[in-house]
RNA sequence: GGAGAGAUGGCCGAGUGGUCGAAGGUACUCCCCUGCUAAGGGAGCGUAGGGUUUAUAGCCUUACCGAGGGUUCGAAUCCCUCUCUCUCCGCCA
């Protein structure tokens, strides 16, 4: 959510920035429904002020003995005309307050202007992918011999789901573990075991609703409050926060968490449906920090470099793509999408998107802090994935493929395979 | 799942229709006093909005006592729904 005084004071700025990302901000609207806003506002609270004196000296003359009748008489009419005052309020700041949810945040000045995704920037390329004496084969391939099945996912669950078996499913775990060990043990960050299931608040809290619900996997129960499975740990780790006013001396907080996400994926219907790419389920390891404003820039660098570190250690070829204003999500400020190098698709694809959202998360769930004069002030929240596990298994099998169809585990992963070097056909 | 009790400011805790945004205590901040890591005295100390304004200062004002609705001239206090916490019983990983 923008700072409607940023709105207010600053619309035509606003718009454009928010033009160069593709969405039209309907200025004539909301300047309209902002003066009608003032205007019934003013009033409602006038006649509530009205009302307030009134039955205070209500209050004070009866415990006088007095007589009221006169006063009651002033005020007969208030209530039916402060009942249609507020009523006229709330019936315009609904959709006001509508408009103010579906506004995406505007991005950063350093973020590349672009129409689509082509106009993103590549910053920098690690690692040499490798050449291949041998016909290479895609990760559905390899994985058919080592324990990736798929039928027998779509028989219990469906489409786009996916089951491991053996050694495969085991690395599939000694990769999360590799990634939660190296985050806390040597990039400082806490772990945390959240809930899969959160609430509506929750979801409207790191911008998730009201505007992409048909995304989401929800399960409806009866008397209680409807519940959404997570898409990703950043909605459960950040909402952490949530209404809290922390203690400015425990900053940064940095939190990693490993979890499922669930995505209905609603518009994806005709892309990467082979393989494991684009699931259902898929398990994430997320870093999230929330950090004051001035640090949250940095930030981002930083934690991109987290990231980074897990695709150095095990060995894959990446680039590091600034996202342009029109392909970043609603709720970034700047984003940096991870790809990695995979060889049977002979292009990069993304395996992390680490982001810098501000406040734009933190003012819908006024997290905030206490800043050296004493008042509380929003802060910024920043994350990314580190990484994606799923995705990061495929790249694995796809890029340390042996001739014999056999896997080749980087050295960085084989204390948590006991010592295992290489994925073999008969597991 | 059954029975009961509760939810008030950073914390503890009063307050069952009227001058309550909320006593008191404690913590914290500032000042005074005091020959010393203490005690005492005084003052301040919630959040989010709106209006005014050069102003995130001041002033005026609205809302907020778990959440949402309702009754009333007036609700922390009464009514309804929901959420959560605690105690006991049952069940269970």
């Not at 002020?49 to 003359?61: D, F, L």
């Not at 000045?109 to 910053?123: L, M, Q, Y």
């Not at 501000?358 to 050296?372: G, I, K, L, S, V």
Request: proline residues 4%.
């Amino acid at each position: 959510m923008l700072d409607i005084q940023l709105l207010r004071n600053d619309l035509d700025n606003v718009a454009a920035r928010l033009a160069s990302r593709g969405f039209a901000l309907d200025t004539v609207e909301f300047a309209r429904l902002e003066a009608e806003r003032k205007k019934i506002q003013t009033l409602t609270q006038e006649l509530q002020a009205k009302r307030n004196a009134s039955s205070k000296q209500i209050g004070i003359a009866k415990s006088k003995g007095e007589d009221v009748s006169t006063i009651m008489a002033e005020i007969a009419n208030l209530g039916d005309e402060l009942k249609a005052a507020e009523d006229a309020l709330s019936a315009l700041q609904t959709p006001l307050n509508a408009l103010l949810m579906s506004i995406p945040n505007t991005p950063h000045a350093t973020v590349p202007v672009g129409k689509s995704e082509e106009d993103n920037v590549e910053v920098s390329r690690v690692g040499t992918p490798r050449s291949f004496d041998f016909p290479i084969k895609d990760h559905v391939e390899l994985g058919e011999k080592l324990g990736l099945d798929f039928e027998t996912a779509t028989k219990i669950a469906g489409a786009r789901f996916s089951l491991l078996r053996g050694n495969l499913a085991r690395l599939h775990r000694a990769l999360a573990q590799f990634m939660l060990d190296t985050h806390t043990l040597d990039h400082g960050y806490t772990e945390v075991y959240v809930p899969y299931l959160v609430n509506a608040e929750s979801m409207r809290g790191t911008g998730q609703l009201p505007k992409f619900e048909e995304d989401l996997f929800h399960v409806p129960r009866t008397d209680a409050e409807k519940l959404y499975l997570i898409p990703t740990a950043e909605v459960p780790v950040t909402n952490m926060v949530r209404g809290e006013i922390v203690d400015s001396a425990t900053l940064p907080l940095k939190f990693v968490a490993h979890t499922p996400c669930f995505r209905s994926e609603a518009g994806a219907y005709g892309r990467d449906t082979r393989g494991m790419i684009r699931q259902h389920q898929f398990d994430k390891v997320e870093l999230v920090q929330l950090v004051k404003p001035e640090h949250s820039e940095a930030t981002l660098e930083s934690l991109t470099a987290h990231a980074e570190a897990i695709l150095q250690a095990l060995e894959l070829p990446y680039r590091k793509m600034a996202l342009c204003t029109k392909d970043m999500g609603f709720s970034a400020a700047k984003t940096y999408d991870l790809e990695v190098w995979l060889p049977a698709q002979n292009t990069y694809r993304e395996i992390s998107s680490c982001s810098n959202f501000e406040a734009f998360q933190t003012r819908r769930m006024q997290a905030r802090f206490r800043n050296d004069s004493g008042k509380p002030e929003l802060l910024h929240s920043v994350n990314g994935s580190g990484l994606a596990v799923g995705r990061t298994l495929v790249a694995i099998l796809e890029n340390h493929q042996q001739a014999d169809g056999s896997i080749h585990i980087p050295a960085a992963l084989q204390p948590y395979m006991r010592g295992m070097t290489h994925l073999s056909l008969t597991t």
